[in-house]
């Protein structure tokens, strides 16, 4: 089991920065790979970004490239997203996922069913 926390949501507004937590406790030996979601209201959960354990590799959705920064911190078992000049359709709930096995690959990684564990999520709500 892994047990996955969100931290750093807030209300902030357009261009601002903000950045998120990710703490990862219980068996984090057993994670291969972090990713964040986002779920806006009425919209479908949604890939920001995913980051591997080993070598710090990361992917990033067309939306948040050059605005998003997906980092690990190993030995806090913590990961954290940048989120820089920040939009209106910034907005949305979102969540941390631990993906245990590696076993996708490519685009298959963007999806929801890829990863085994989830955090309750965070509110960020970007005003204009």
């Known amino acids: 089991q892994v047990q996955l926390v969100e931290s750093g949501g807030r209300m902030v507004q357009t261009g601002d920065s903000l950045r998120l937590s990710c703490a990862a406790s219980?068996?984090?030996?057993?994670?291969?790979?972090m990713g964040w979601f986002r779920q806006a209201p009425g919209k479908e959960r949604e890939f920001v970004a995913r980051?591997?354990?080993?070598?710090?590799?990361?992917w990033y959705a067309d939306s948040v490239k050059g605005r998003f920064t997906l980092s690990a911190d190993d030995a806090k078992n913590m990961v954290y997203l940048q989120m820089n000049t920040l939009k209106v359709e910034d907005t949305a709930v979102y969540y941390c996922?631990?993906?245990?096995?590696?076993?996708?690959?490519?685009?298959?990684?963007?999806?929801?069913?890829?990863?085994?564990?989830w955090g309750q999520g965070t509110q960020v709500t970007v005003s204009s």
């Open positions: 980051i591997r354990w080993t070598g710090g590799i990361t």
């Open positions: 996922a631990a993906d245990t096995s590696g076993y996708c690959s490519g685009i298959r990684c963007y999806v929801a069913d890829a990863y085994d564990y």
């Open positions: 219980g068996r984090t030996s057993i994670r291969y790979a």
